[in-house]
């Protein structure tokens, strides 16, 4: 996987320094968002990183598209650090990786023409102005928008449609790979099944990589190849997509997915959830050992104990988890 | 419309519509809606963003933003009572106490600069008049109620002190404080995680459960409608389009939008190689068609759809408004 990576996070940490609450008060505690991740790209592969909200899933994605320096840790793009790089190669890296986010309202800029949106990128990246025209024609073609739409503002178009604006600058510039931060979350059902087709298809026809923030499982397991599981700043599972949904190891990854099934209430109803033994649970809520252990049902000594390290479990499976 | 129980439904709304008034000219927001809620039952109304579901619970109370919409006709009845001629004060009466509601996003349902105490004392003081000792007493008791651990702290905190998931419990607590009947709880965990959003489901479970609280729960998930709600309505460009149990209507939709739309619901059950999708968007408020607002996305349009809107169709325990069901008993 190094050999080939072409993004790729090694041993990314990210702590935020908090405010003093006074001058002569003491120093409070940096907020650790991401500890430790490891985690490589491969060609035309989607990684997705879930998590819920607070897991450093948003920081790990901004730590790669290179807008958050990490505390420790580097950032390598086609095998290269970005650390310390000069300025020709943080041109390739940023034409190279590009993103989409989450909220299409926010996204775009409401003074600005769709074609100028999409063009953008590609003045900045020095393009001549017959060929930006082509590559903005080229690029609503892509994204199934009409060629009439390039002269209307963003605030003309719907959510789907201003998402697919997004998606048509992210693609103008031929990126190899593009970060989606909750791409479709902020769409209704019906688009956001649109968008997802679309995002499928590009991948297929431009050859790109995808790394996939979300939240939403079932989002995860239509898009990606490859899943990373988040807590706490540190990756607790990760495994090729089917794999992981097929048979979750890591018990915080079991409930994330029992917890975002289909379930009719008229089903069994479901035990409420289990809880970790109440001593275990004490010990767990010191801090010391596995992040996880105070909400986990299958906790034992060991886990309130040791931190456990992300290991592969049956070949690229991997767990940090001391049931495995 | 035909119902299993036989009691009087705690809420009747029939027909309600509420237009919207701005530059753009008159927008049918909602357009004739209608349903029941009875006390201990669950109503989903689903729909996307713009279909008017959020207008309908806002008519319901008479809490819709005015001038810029108004409610045109209709009926909205509690327990009888024709709520849409009643004077403001006597809303008052109903608002909170009888008919209360949660709203999506818990960050700023709650007042920041207020403690959590402070705005559960409001509540009581207005719908149970209640002071001193028992103001404090009952406070915890809702605290406790809604699982938040070490209330009589609780209530010195404030907002920014709790997680989305603890907030939104103490939403739920407040919502709660006038004994209401009836909760409308409008995309209440949109905004929380999915392990937070299982939680506060099943709180709102056991609420329902100890007190027969009739829940109208909005929302655009049909994860959270499965396990939430006994029955569901679909809604369409201000219209109920669709009416059923939660397990017939996942079983055999009838409509053709209720069809498409849980077809391009993602399933985190299997792997799907591509989504179907529906084409096209939902008509603007602002220029309503003659006939069947989703005829122009729909496979089994006909000439009819496009030029008259079908009345609901009863049958069963359910109600259809398609052409297509027409002769069906």
């Known amino acids: ?324 | 419309m035909p119902e299993t129980t036989t009691s009087t439904p705690l809420i009747e709304v029939r027909d309600l519509q509420t237009h919207l008034f701005s530059k753009r000219g008159v927008g049918r927001a909602v357009a004739g809606v209608s349903f029941d809620l009875h006390a201990g039952e669950t109503l989903g109304l689903v729909g996307e963003s713009g279909c008017g579901k959020s207008l309908t619970c806002l008519s319901v109370l008479r809490l819709n933003p005015q001038p810029a919409s108004r409610i045109v006709g209709g009926n909205v009845r509690f327990r009888g009572d024709d709520l849409l001629t009643k004077s403001e004060a006597e809303m008052r009466q109903y608002r909170g106490k009888k008919i209360s509601m949660i709203l999506q996003d818990p960050m700023r349902a709650l007042n920041p600069v207020l403690t959590i105490g402070d705005q559960l004392y409001e509540a009581l003081i207005l719908h149970r008049g209640l002071r001193g000792r028992e103001l404090r007493d009952a406070a915890c008791e809702l605290l406790e109620r809604v699982r938040i651990p070490d209330p009589a702290a609780g209530l010195a905190a404030y907002p920014h002190h709790f997680s989305g998931g603890m907030r939104q419990r103490v939403v739920g607590a407040i919502a709660m404080a006038g004994n209401p009947e009836v909760l409308i709880a409008d995309e209440p965990t949109t905004a929380l995680d999915v392990t937070v959003q299982e939680e506060f489901l099943e709180l709102l479970k056991s609420i329902q459960q100890q007190d027969g609280l009739g829940i109208l729960f909005v929302t655009h998930d049909f994860a959270v409608v499965a396990r939430m709600c006994d029955r569901v309505a679909v809604m369409y460009a201000g219209r109920i389009v669709e009416t059923a149990d939660t397990d017939t209507l996942f079983d055999a939709p009838r409509h053709p939008y209720t069809q498409a739309l849980l077809r391009s619901v993602p399933d985190v059950s299997r792997r799907d190689e591509r989504l179907f999708s529906i084409d096209g968007q939902p008509p603007s408020v602002f220029a309503p068609l003659p006939g069947c607002s989703f005829a122009p996305r729909c496979e089994h349009a006909t000439e009819r759809c496009r030029s008259s809107a079908p009345p609901p169709v009863q049958a069963g325990g359910r109600s259809v408004s398609c052409w297509l069901y027409e002769e069906k008993p």
């Not at chain 1, 000069?86 to 041109?91: I, N, T, V």
């Open chain 1, 1 to 324: 996987m190094t050999s080939t990576a072409l993004l790729e996070g090694r041993n990314l940490k990210k702590h935020f320094a908090r405010r003093q609450a006074s001058f002569f008060g003491p120093r409070p505690a940096p907020v650790h968002a991401v500890e430790d991740m490891s985690l490589a790209l491969g060609k035309q592969e989607t990684l997705a990183l879930v998590g819920e909200s607070g897991c450093g899933k948003s920081t790990t994605a901004r730590m790669l598209l290179a807008l958050e320096r990490p505390t420790s840790g580097a950032v390598l793009f086609n095998g290269q650090s970005l650390d310390g790089a000069g300025a020709e190669q943080m041109r390739r890296y940023r034409s190279g990786v590009q993103a989409v986010f989450q909220d299409p309202w926010s996204s775009l800029n409401p003074r600005m023409r769709v074609s100028e949106i999409i063009a953008e990128p590609l003045s900045i990246n020095g393009h001549q102005p017959a060929s930006i025209r082509e590559s903005v024609a080229q690029s609503l073609r892509d994204v199934g928008l009409e060629q009439a739409a390039a002269g209307n503002f963003p605030h003309e178009f719907s959510g789907g449609q201003r998402q697919r604006i997004a998606i048509a600058r992210a693609v103008a510039l031929r990126p190899q790979a593009i970060v989606l931060d909750e791409p479709v979350s902020a769409l209704d059902v019906s688009v956001r099944a649109q968008i997802m087709n679309l995002l499928k298809d590009l991948q297929a026809s431009l050859g790109m990589s995808y790394v996939l923030i979300s939240h939403d499982l079932a989002t995860v397991r239509f898009l990606a190849n490859r899943v990373a599981v988040m807590y706490r700043g540190r990756i607790v599972e990760q495994a090729p997509s089917e794999a992981l949904f097929s048979r979750p190891l890591h018990p915080y990854t079991e409930s994330l997915i029992s917890a975002a099934r289909m379930r009719r209430a008229s089903d069994a109803q479901a035990p409420g959830r289990p809880q970790p033994a109440p001593a275990v649970a004490a010990e767990a809520a010191r801090g010391k050992g596995c992040p996880y252990a105070a909400r986990c049902p299958k906790a034992f000594d060991r886990c309130v104990a040791e931190v456990p390290v992300l290991k592969s479990v049956d070949g690229s499976h991997e767990a940090a988890c001391h049931l495995y």
